[in-house]
């Protein structure tokens, strides 16, 4: 089978697309009321520290996916198996974001409209998507974002007539504790979870791209959610942001002259099918590469139907998704974005040194 290749350009958009994702429907940093730009910050600083830990990772494995890189730290029989629960976490972070997408849909559009029926019209489309190949998600990315930066520009602009900046006070009423639990909460979703990529690095065209890739695209969206955090805090008070479950739409809705919800709805069926499409890639190229299977695409509609299966039981009502997501899901992903990935950092540049010194 001939090797699927992507730009840096590529690259760059799928990474926007995949951080925007589940963001733009879902903030953890809300949770810190009007300290919500602190919290966001505050996280995405945090990210920025796990991003460099994945980037130098794959700069010590040059060419290596995560597979190959769990085998060369670990060993092969434990390098597989760690590869294995990797393989899961990536199925239940896709399901929990078909979830959220169906949800929000069901909540705020069709309310009459079965939960399955979106969940599955979603993952149809995945499907499809990635049987072209995973250029075909580059190129959906390509013109995508352009059009996420326009609608938050454009919405921003839109607000400034029902902002208050007063919804910025009293900094810090409460401390640094409650800004500090939201940005870590913040750094885990979406920032921390840029450890997939490295089951997409062997698939770029110029592998010495990827640093300069990576740390731009990350400031690109790390802006573009800042926005989209200080608008909807300015508009809506600190109050109303923390209690409301969807803000961004509230505040579409509350564009003055002009119905503008729909764009949100594009933007975040788009996100959501980029940043699934990605989890799907990512494990049935991880369960091929442990496997030594041929062909990653005959895994692309089981693990897609057991990821819409496992979407209809990861939670209840819309409350208690978003409960779940801000308090459990957080820990429930600290060894799989910190962990690892630190343990493999450790492991990389103890083999260098080891590697460096025997040549000596």
């Known amino acids: 089978m001939t090797e699927e290749k992507m730009s840096s350009y590529q690259l760059g958009m799928i990474i926007i697309s995949f951080f925007i994702g589940s963001a733009l429907a879902i903030n953890p940093a809300v949770i810190a009321k009007q300290d919500a730009w602190l919290a966001f910050l505050f996280g995405w600083g945090g990210g ?105 520009l454009f919405t921003f602009s839109a607000s400034l007539s029902s902002m208050d900046i007063s919804n910025f006070q009293p900094i810090l ?41 990576s740390l731009l695209a990350y400031l690109i969206v790390g802006c573009i959610l800042f926005i989209v955090v200080c608008r909807n805090l300015l508009v809506l008070g600190a109050d109303m942001l923390a209690r409301d479950i969807f803000p961004s739409h509230i505040v579409f809705r509350l564009i003055p002259g002009i119905d503008v919800a729909p764009l949100l709805d594009i933007n975040l069926i788009m996100a959501g099918i980029v940043k699934t499409s990605i989890c799907i890639y990512a494990s049935a190229k991880l369960i091929t590469e ?63 040194k080891n590697y460096n010194h025997n040549r000596t």
């Open 48 to 152: 920025l520290i796990l991003l460099w830990v994945a980037i130098k990772i794959a700069e010590l494995h040059p060419k290596k996916s995560l597979v190959g890189i769990l085998i060369d730290c670990f060993g092969r029989v434990l390098g597989k198996l760690i590869a294995l629960v990797y393989g899961w976490y990536f199925i239940h972070l896709s399901a929990e974001v078909i979830r959220t997408y169906a949800s929000y849909t069901t909540t705020v559009t069709y309310p009459e409209t079965p939960l399955l029926f979106f969940s599955v019209s979603y993952s149809l489309v995945v499907i499809y998507s990635l049987k072209v190949g995973i250029e075909t998600i580059g190129r959906i990315s390509e013109v995508f974002v352009p059009f996420i930066i326009l609608v938050v």
């Open 173 to 213: 009423s409460q401390g640094f504790l409650p800004p500090l639990t939201a940005g870590f909460t913040t750094m885990i979703l979406p920032f921390g979870e840029f450890i997939i990529f490295l089951m997409v690095l062997p698939n770029l065209n110029h592998q010495n791209s990827f640093k300069k890739t």
């Open 290 to 352: 442990v496997f030594g299977l041929l062909n990653y695409r005959i895994l692309l509609l089981p693990l897609t139907a057991f990821a819409v299966s496992l979407s209809m039981m990861v939670r209840g009502t819309v409350m208690e998704q978003v409960t779940v997501t801000m308090e459990i899901w957080p820990i429930y992903s600290i060894p799989f974005q910190i962990i690892i990935p630190l343990t493999l950092l450790l492991f990389s540049l103890f083999n260098r």
